[in-house]
């Protein structure tokens, strides 16, 4: 219980700096400590009471071992089961708590891009792309898409979609990672199969107050905008592209015909990676041995193959596979989703000691 135990600590000195009048003085750090206090105090609540079942499962536990009496080991073992039915419920909120603060993100941005495969891959993305948009679609999220590199053939170098809904984050955030495809290419003309991959980034799109950028941190130019084949997107200078001095890292965005649309998006995608790269810094800075979890978006690790020929999905993280990629294709994507978030909950209870809420 070491981790929950510095989390009460870090909670119980959040709640002395937000008694302390001066700091309401500061009321953009006040509200962050805030912030932090609301989420903390969740999981500090779940872990008192967690604390108190324990002791119940134990006093009914020992009252099993040393008690003859047949009435007095009956109500214990009434009590054993409702306690650990209790626990149970615990730790499934807790699991629902513990995996950071971004875990309750409603906005996301998603980022699909053409891995290794050329026109192949770019034609993937753009599957994936369409996937995804009938999964939205069927968990009422909101989406918009922020800016595409489109291919002749109808295919995508680069998307990114702004996603928004109650359960964004949660449902695609194990969506992150390399996806890899075998099938015949339609510019295939022997019928052999190929092998090519698209990478798919989710990162959650932080609120203005939760992360600010300085005015002269940023390049912003405009410039015109390009499509396939060179052709022109527009005749004005409306794309825009902004460079955030301080990383060297650049966004560039021509969807729109309006310079002002183009740059809101660039600045909430540039934002979005921003917070992404600084969510991983405290990361390893917590631990450099930290394990890696489930869906933990590195971009070079393999995490699903989507084999055509044998209409067969498989998730490399769990070891599912499925006979039904037609389905899935078609957004049905329920069943891996559900596997994941398990096996998510089950390692994070295991990297607190927690164990998977068994009967042991």
Known sequence: MERLEQIKKRYEQLQKELSNPDLMRDRISYEEKAREAGRLGKIVTLYDALVRVEERIKQAEDVLRDEADAELRELAQEELAEARGERKRLLDELAGLLGGEEKAAARVIMEIRAGTGGEEAALFAADLMRMYLKFFQKHNL????????????????????AVEGR???????????????QRVPVTESQGRIHTSAATVAVL?????????????????????????????????????????????????????????RNLQKAMRILRSRLYEMERRKREEEVSSRRRQMVGSGDRSEKIRTYNFPQNRVTDHRIGLTLYKLDEVMEGNLEEIVKALLEAEKEERLRRVGLGGGGEG
């Open 167 to 181: 359960d964004a984050w949660r449902l695609l955030h194990n969506e992150a990672g390399t996806h890899r495809v």
């Open 142 to 161: 909101k989406h918009e898409i922020l800016d595409s590199t489109p291919t002749e053939l109808g295919g995508f170098k680069e998307v990114i979609v």
């Open 204 to 260: 959650p799109e932080p609120e203005d107050v939760e992360l600010r950028i300085p005015d002269e941190d940023l390049r912003i130019e405009r410039i015109k905008g390009g499509g396939p084949g060179g052709q022109s997107i527009n005749k004005t200078s409306s794309a825009v592209r902004v460079t955030h001095l301080p990383t060297g890292m650049t966004v560039y965005c021509q969807d729109e015909r309006s310079q002002h």
